[in-house]
T-cell receptor, first 113, second 115 residues
């Protein structure tokens, strides 16, 4: 079946540190891949997406590249801020006509000043 | 646009009671999704609708759960009777169709506590 695996959290960093959150997936065909972010007390919101192999999604300094050969979509940011503290979810959607997103378990990021 | 609106934001009830959660999607969106989030199970899709029609309810836990979408601007998720294990945050999300269907917009959630 389709699934997403994320690294366990929490990830604890100091401000301005480099961030990587690993995400790998299992899917039939060629899925679209997403990163959603959930700030405390809020719903999820789309951070970035990529719809085909080698595409790079980017937003707010975050980047992720769709790597078909390694079935990965790792999230990176060069310099994190305290305001980036949140839970990050990797997700996929298969191109089967159904609109279901399959989410990973989420990775909590804590950034200290 | 006000975004996806959910009510109530918090609900505390006793085991055996009926609970109704409400959602107003973003105007013009074709899809509506109900999710449940818990520490143990993460984020689970319960059911989703397309143009008010339920498409996939395979995530609905059991017959105690039911969802309706009587029109394009309103949906309910009902639990009857409620049990302590139903305690969770329930999210509603909506999206456009076509090429924009990938992006789901989430509401703020309803935190349900069943005592």
């Amino acid at each position: 079946g389709n699934s997403v695996t994320q690294m366990e959290g929490p990830v604890t960093l100091s401000e301005e540190a480099f961030l990587t959150i690993n995400c790998t997936y299992t899917a039939t065909g060629y899925p679209s891949l997403f990163w959603y972010v959930q700030y405390p007390g809020e719903g999820l919101q789309l951070l970035l997406k990529a719809t085909k192999a080698d595409d790079k999604g980017s937003n707010k300094g975050f980047e992720a590249t769709y790597r078909k050969e390694t079935t990965s979509f790792h999230l990176e940011k060069g310099s994190v801020q305290v305001s980036d503290s949140a839970v990050y979810f990797c997700a996929l959607k298969t191109n089967t006509g159904f609109q279901k997103l399959v989410f990973g378990t989420g990775t909590r990021l804590l950034v200290s000043p | 646009d006000a975004g996806v609106i959910q009510s109530p934001r918090h609900e505390v009830t006793e085991m055996g009671q009926e609970v109704t959660l409400r959602c107003k999607p973003i105007s013009g969106h074709d899809y509506l999704f109900w999710y449940r989030q818990t520490m143990m199970r993460g984020l689970e899709l319960l059911i989703y609708f397309n143009n008010n029609v339920p498409i996939d309810d395979s995530g609905m836990p059991e017959d105690r759960f039911s969802a309706k979408m009587p029109n394009a601007s309103f949906s309910t998720l009902k639990i009857q009777p409620s049990e302590p294990r139903d305690s969770a945050v329930y999210f509603c999300a909506s999206s456009l169709g076509g090429s924009e269907a990938d992006t789901q917009y989430f509401g703020p959630g309803t935190r349900l506590t069943v005592l």
